[in-house]
């Protein structure tokens, strides 16, 4: 689970990354004056602080607590006190760069911490929850329920905003995470190999035995390509969480493992490595499994691949309607205690504002943003990527035919995947390797990971 921590956490600061170069930053996390321990010392008081201003009449202290700081909460936290010089948004962070030998003790700690404060009914105000177990935190009721503040409050519009994303990211009927932003979850193919082969497949819906008589079909009229290059364990679990509720009652923390569909799904993941479907050797395949961030992600990340890539969904489980799949990204949560949830409440709809969205670094979920992003797009004509990336600084003209088939894929996207790594993850690959070398049957690993994941959500 290590190297899963750690390609989480370069992955997010890389998005921070992105959202300061857009929003003119330095890229680096803001140090709080007297440092982290000061800042997290204030932080544990600010409630109390908080509690004495309201009966004082005087200024109020909001605590956000975050993994990753960066310049879109600094930014935030100064633009807004700007127009609210009654409220004081106080950050609590741990200070971690890319290739932090010590991420993922300082995640692991973050975790910690966070889950005795806000399950002790004590905690933060406005919390990030990104990396927290948000699930838990909803069976334990201290989140507050952001769908009924939303219902309440007649100045939020909820026609601004991309109703796919929150809808997608509700547990137990409810938003309890508001995602800041969002990317997709998808599949980059080689376009015009795929149209050689003359296979045609409605990605929408296909499923994943669907992809797999898809990808042998084009196996044989093509160039004897593999659909795409993974690890047997490695696919289960994204199949997995592409159908998370199926295996998992995120809510009431139950597992359904020992079941006929996990079952035959690890059979399904074998047979499609023995029909060569799928593949672990370093050869080209007609698909790359791929998250795209924003708009210029949506150019740029395809060519890193191929020459002339396309964007398609990813396939789905049995049982699953037409839709794509997304990550949601800042998932800013309220706790349920907070005497300031009003004041929270507030800031979280700044941070939806396009103020602040046009600085996210991810797809908006502001829709008037993303517009804004797709037009100015084609205005500019071209959009060069990252100087040390795999495209060295490289150029590339954007024409409407770039983009079409953007907007279908951002409000097509119904199904929130989990991106922190957990537990429960690092379960299923472990147990299901057995299965997969031939040293254990199907039903005995399915008994293996139901025994294991109930333990582990009954923690």
Known sequence: ??????????????????????????????????????????????????????SQGGKKTVVLSTLL?????????????????????????????????????????????????????????????????????????VLANLSDMMEKDPEFK????????????KLNGSVYGMPIGFFLDGLVGDEEAIRKTGVTFDDARWTWSEFSETAKA??????????????????????VKSNYSLYVDQVNRKANFQSEPFINLMKQVKSMFD???????????????????????????????????????KP????????????????????????????????????????MQELGGTFPLNKAVFHKQVKQ???????????????????FKVTEADLQGLEQHVSGAIYHVPFQPSKLEGIIIKESEAFFKGQKSAEDVAKLIQN??????NE
């Open 1 to 54: 689970m290590r190297k899963a921590w750690l390609s989480l956490s370069g992955c997010l600061l890389m998005i921070a990354a992105t959202a300061c170069s857009a929003g003119g930053g330095s890229g680096e996390a803001a140090q709080p004056e007297g440092g982290p321990n000061k800042n997290e010392a204030q932080a544990e008081t600010a409630n109390k602080t908080t509690e004495t201003a309201q």
């Open 69 to 141: 700081h960066g310049d879109f909460f600094k930014d935030a936290k100064r633009k807004y006190e700007e127009k609210h010089p009654n409220i004081e948004i106080q950050i609590s962070y741990h200070q971690m760069d890319e290739g932090d030998p010590h991420a993922e003790e300082k995640i692991e700690n973050f975790i910690k911490k966070t889950n005795t404060q806000m399950l002790s009914g004590k905690g933060p105000d406005l919390v990030e929850m990104d990396h927290l177990p948000m699930d838990n935190y909803v069976n334990k009721k």
């Open 158 to 169: 909820k026609e601004q905003y991309f109703q796919n994303i929150l809808e997608g990211v």
């Open 218 to 239: 084009m196996a044989k009229k093509g160039d004897q390509r593999y659909g795409f290059m993974s690890y047997p364990a490695g696919l289960l679990n994204v199949m």
């Open 275 to 313: 029909e060569k479907v799928v593949t672990q050797e370093p050869r080209q395949a007609y698909f790359r499994m791929q998250h795209i961030i924003s708009p210029a992600d949506y150019i740029l990340t395809p060519k890193e691949i191929f020459d002339q890539p396309k964007l398609y969904s």
């Open 316 to 355: 789905k489980g049995e049982g699953q309607k037409a839709g794509g799949f997304f990550h949601a990204y800042r998932k800013m949560g309220i706790n349920e205690k907070s005497v300031v949830k009003k004041e929270a409440w507030d800031f979280i709809k700044f941070l939806m504002s396009e103020e």
């Open 377 to 395: 797009l084609l205005q500019t004509g071209t959009v060069k990527a990252h100087e040390l990336g795999p495209l060295k600084g490289k150029t």
């Open 452 to 457: 294991r994941a109930t333990t582990f959500l």
